[in-house]
């Protein structure tokens, strides 16, 4: 049974900092490519972060560069999402996601907001 469940999301004070993992199962991790998502209310999901299947290739948002860094541990079958210098517009249900040709899989979402 493919799994992929997210952890780590939580209530922080703008500038904090979190790290959300996701933790994969049923499937052949190191050969997906990973990615993190993320959906506020009323909006649209948004890419955020992506990394390739070894991990050599990473890609952000503008909107999070040099604030937010995506790593993977093929040997736990984790992706990680660390998260720095929060913004309060970082407030979002944040989600994992797997992709390999025609194969995806996503988590059911981790809540991070954003607040003081």
């Known amino acids: 049974q493919v799994q992929l469940v997210e952890s780590g999301g939580n209530l922080v004070q703008p500038g904090g900092s979190l790290r959300l993992s996701c933790v994969a199962s049923?499937?052949?991790?190191?050969?997906?490519?990973m990615s993190w998502h993320r959906q506020a209310p009323g909006k649209q999901r948004e890419l955020v972060a992506s990394?390739?299947?070894?991990?050599?290739?990473?890609s952000y948002v503008d909107s999070v560069k040099g604030r937010f860094t995506i790593s993977r541990d093929n040997a736990k079958n984790t992706v990680y999402l660390q998260m720095n210098s929060l913004k309060p517009e970082d407030t979002a249900v944040y989600y994992c996601?797997?992709?390999?040709?025609?194969?995806?899989?996503w988590g059911q979402g981790t809540q991070v907001t954003v607040s003081s």
């Open positions: 990394i390739s299947n070894y991990g050599g290739t990473t």
């Open positions: 049923g499937f052949t991790f190191s050969i997906y490519h």
């Open positions: 996601k797997a992709s390999f040709v025609n194969s995806e899989h």
